[in-house]
């Protein structure tokens, strides 16, 4: 059974930097990977992801501010975010899906992830 597990949230201040990590066991380092947030009062929405072949595609938002990567050796995938803002306040997920043999899915819709983690929250204060 697939686990992931994201560590490196925190509290910063706008425009400071947090490194998200997720460490991935039981799930294939072929597979789509891709990080999601849910801020206060919202709905969960996909921020990030990057497939099989290290092909990455964002948010409009985070364009330019997030990095998304994964460490196939050390089957890690990271979210590096600068110059935080308010806005990005949220609980952090990673998640994996087994479709797509390695692509990912147009969009971020969530019923094709079938792998999740906890969730680490980032706090971003003005």
């Known amino acids: 059974q697939g686990q992931l597990v994201e560590s490196g949230g925190g509290s910063v201040q706008a425009g400071g930097s947090l490194r998200l990590s997720c460490a991935a066991s039981?799930?294939?380092?072929?597979?789509?990977m891709g990080w999601f947030r849910q801020g206060p009062g919202k709905e969960r929405e996909g921020v990030a992801r990057?497939?099989?072949?290290?092909?990455?595609t964002y948010i409009t938002s985070v364009k330019g501010r997030f990095t998304i990567s994964k460490d196939n050796a050390e089957n890690t995938l990271y979210l590096q975010m600068n110059d935080l803002n308010v806005g990005d306040t949220a609980i952090y997920f990673c998640?994996?899906?087994?479709?797509?043999?390695?692509?990912?899915?147009?969009?971020?819709?969530?019923?094709?992830?079938?792998?999740w983690g906890q969730g680490t929250q980032v706090t971003v204060s003005s």
């Open positions: 998640a994996a899906s087994s479709a797509g043999d390695g692509y990912c899915y147009s969009g971020f819709d969530q019923k094709h992830y079938d792998f």
């Open positions: 039981g799930v294939a380092n072929r597979y789509c």
């Open positions: 990057i497939d099989r072949f290290g092909s990455t």
